[in-house]
T-cell receptor
Framework: RKEVEQDPGPFNVPEGATVAFNCTYS??????FFWYRQDCRKEPKLLMS???SGNEDGRFTAQLNRASQYISLLIRDSKLSDSATYLC?????????????FGQGTILTVHP | DAGVIQSPRHEVTEMGQEVTLRCKPI?????LFWYRQTMMRGLELLIY????????DSGMPEDRFSAKMPNASFSTLKIQPSEPRDSAVYFC??????????FGPGTRLTVL
């Protein structure tokens, strides 16, 4: 079983749609969680951290369920510029401090 | 401020040749990571350093791969001899006292 699993998509949605991505992780000792965004032929960049209480940044909402080892990202009112690959990322902490494990990514295409 | 710098940006070489990839982390960062990204396997951590010391090289595929960090501002990833299956995008990333990593633009390697 992969350490971090995501639905690879692709998701094709019209502008203005709401889209949700899910992710599960296998290591219950994982400490912190993130969503990174990667544009085509570019490097990954941090989109947002994910907190246990859930957090929101504009049109983006991230949720964490530690009991189910499940992370989600919700994008409301999709824009063309949201088209990218979204990577679910887990940080182990402890003796693995600093080390991130990346999911395979979910591809999103927003069309006019 | 300069981000993570990688060189070369593109490298085309023939099987059997030695390839050296270079990385300059963000000044002051104490962690440096080397990743490989392919369509099939996604983003894989190869090795990472903390204060110039290799911490975990379990992701290095085989003895043909080696990495060094002679000082806080420079690291190399060497492949000798290179093989066609090494073709991928190689990213370097750095971080400072936080799981958030900042990625360089990557080196796109093609081994013929």
């Amino acid at each position: 079983r992969k350490e971090v699993e995501q639905d690879p998509g692709p998701f094709n949605v019209p502008e203005g749609a709401t889209v949700a991505f899910n992710c599960t992780y296998s290591n219950s000792a994982s400490q912190s969680f993130f969503w990174y965004r990667q544009d085509c032929r570019k490097e990954p960049k941090l989109l947002m951290s994910v907190y246990s209480s859930g957090n929101e940044d504009g049109r983006f909402t991230a949720q964490l369920n530690r009991a189910s080892q499940y992370i989600s990202l919700l994008i409301r009112d999709s824009k063309l510029s949201d088209s990218a690959t979204y990577l679910c990322v887990v940080h182990g902490g402890g003796t693995s401090y600093g080390k991130l494990t990346f999911g395979q990514g979910t591809i999103l295409t927003v069309h006019p | 401020d300069a981000g993570v710098i990688q060189s070369p940006r593109h490298e085309v070489t023939e099987m059997g040749q030695e390839v050296t990839l270079r990385c300059k982390p963000i000044s002051g960062h104490d962690y440096l990571f080397w990743y490989r990204q392919t369509m099939m396997r996604g983003l894989e951590l190869l090795i990472y350093f903390n204060n110039n010391v290799p911490i975990d090289d379990s992701g290095m595929p085989e003895d043909r791969f080696s990495a060094k960090m002679p000082n806080a501002s420079f690291s190399t990833l060497k492949i000798q001899p290179s093989e066609p299956r090494d073709s991928a995008v190689y990213f370097c990333a750095s971080s400072f006292q936080s799981p958030e990593q900042f990625f360089g633009p990557g080196t796109r390697l093609t081994v013929l």
